[in-house]
């Protein structure tokens, strides 16, 4: 199955940490980019980091220098290390593969 299942998500306080992880033993997903996406109450879905096939990362500017994205050696996981967490990374964090999506994990940040 290509589908990507993420795990990991929780309850939180400011300035804590989470590690999300995202898997799949598809053979897409060894291949093409993976991306991580988050959608807060009431506002639409937006890009959070990706990783490419060959280790290369990006970051929206609102996580950059407190979140950190990785792959297993394997290829069939990817993880979203997520540190100094605020109340605005409060969302559902959705994992995406081509056209494949996850059924997302809840992260809520909240003292």
């Known amino acids: 199955q290509e589908q990507p299942v993420e795990s990991g998500g929780g309850l939180v306080q400011p300035g804590g940490s989470l590690r999300l992880s995202c898997e799949s033993s598809?053979?897409?997903?060894?291949?093409?980019?993976v991306s991580w996406y988050r959608q807060a109450p009431g506002k639409e879905r937006d890009f959070v980091a990706s990783?490419?096939?060959?280790?290369?990362?990006n970051y929206s500017d609102s996580v950059k220098g407190r979140f950190t994205i990785s792959r297993n050696n394997a290829k069939t996981t990817v993880y979203l290390q997520m540190n100094s967490l605020k109340p605005e990374d409060t969302g559902v964090y959705y994992c995406k593969n081509a056209q494949f999506w996850g059924q997302g994990t809840q992260v809520t940040v909240s003292s």
């Open positions: 990783i490419s096939n060959g280790g290369i990362p």
């Open positions: 598809g053979r897409i997903f060894r291949v093409l980019p």
